[in-house]
């Protein structure tokens, strides 16, 4: 079965950090590139990062540049998102989702169940 | 960044309904459009790619059309398991960027 599995989410005070987890099963996943999504409490979706299947190419939202990092690593079938300086307007459920195989023209055809990050004092 | 507006943000329809959501973009963004179907505490599911491609698995009630900047998802049929919020999402920037959503609700 195809799936992603996210994990690491929580509560963490303003200013802190957070890495979240995504793993990957069902697919060959060194083939795929990745994105993270997010989304507020009773709010729409916003896009936060894209890697590419080899970590060559690596794009933000403007909202989180210089302050996350995604990362992968394919070995371990594994998507990574390390948040620093964490505001409260981060506070979200975080997905990780697969972007179709023939390019990201076609969407995001997997996503995983998301995991919850709460910043508050 | 490219922007995507939806409309309308809210409707309420019953089953059997026809169903149209639009989403503008403010450039042209060719067919690089997808739409995704969200129920509440769910994660996003595509419905469409590419502008009008019908993803695997999805009821050919569901269809999308445009190019350039304005498009539309199109339910034929509402059936009750289609009440849920929909996005639309550009991929022609790499900045990726999704409508504000439209919920349907029964009326």
């Known amino acids: 079965e195809v799936q992603l599995v996210e994990s690491g989410g929580g509560l963490v005070q303003p200013g802190g950090s957070l890495r979240l987890s995504c793993a990957a099963s069902?697919?060959?996943?060194?083939?795929?590139?990745m994105n993270w999504v997010r989304q507020a409490p009773g709010k729409g979706l916003e896009w936060v990062s894209y890697?590419?299947?080899?970590?060559?190419?690596?794009y933000y939202a403007g909202s989180v540049k210089g302050r996350f990092t995604i990362s992968r690593d394919n070995a371990k079938n594994s998507l990574y998102l390390q948040m620093n300086s964490l505001r409260d307007e981060d506070t979200a459920v975080y997905y990780c989702?697969?972007?179709?195989?023939?390019?990201?023209?076609?969407?995001?055809?997997?996503w995983g169940q998301g995991t919850t990050v709460t910043v508050s004092s | 960044d490219i922007q995507m507006t939806q409309s309308p943000s809210s409707l309420s329809a019953s089953v059997g309904d026809r169903v149209t959501i639009t989403c503008r973009a403010s450039?042209?963004?060719?067919?690089?459009l997808s739409w995704y179907q969200q129920k509440p505490g769910k994660a996003p599911k595509l419905l469409i790619y590419?502008?009008?491609s019908l993803q695997s698995g999805v009821p050919s009630r569901f269809s999308g059309s445009g190019s350039g900047t304005d498009f539309t998802l199109t339910i034929s049929s509402l059936q009750p398991e289609d009440f849920a919020a929909y996005y639309c999402q550009q991929s022609y920037s790499a900045l990726l960027t999704f409508g504000g959503g439209t919920k349907v609700e029964i009326k």
């Open positions: 069902g697919f060959t996943f060194s083939s795929c590139s």
């Open positions: 989702a697969r972007v179709a195989a023939a390019g990201t023209r076609y969407g995001m055809d997997v």
């Open positions: 450039q042209s963004i060719s067919s690089y």
């Open positions: 890697i590419s299947s080899g970590s060559s190419t690596i």
């Open positions: 590419a502008a009008s």
